[in-house]
């Protein structure tokens, strides 16, 4: 039977879904294990970056420390010459 191009075979647009076939299931496994075998890999990338961050972020730590250090210096020197004339 058929109005306006639709048969009564065709599931509704709403309702209750209907089951997939087991090809279907075994198909959306498989993708669904890909996909959370990438979500693993990105986290553990992501674990990567952080730590390099991390470690870039001490050594522009200890180079600022430095820099203050040398700065101090710098300062103390020009005081002494100052002094000195």
Known sequence: MSFSGFTIDEP???????TP???????????KEKILKDIAASQ??????MARVQ???K???????????????IDNLTVQMAKRR
Not at 44 to 49: A, G, I, Q, S
């Open 12 to 18: 509704p647009a709403w309702g209750p879904v209907s």
């Open 21 to 31: 076939a087991p090809g279907d299931l075994v198909r959306d496994a498989i993708l």
């Open 44 to 49: 553990e990338d992501l674990r990567t970056l």
């Open 55 to 57: 470690d870039v972020q």
């Open 59 to 73: 050594e522009v730590d200890k180079l600022t420390a430095g820099n203050e250090t040398l700065q101090m210096y």
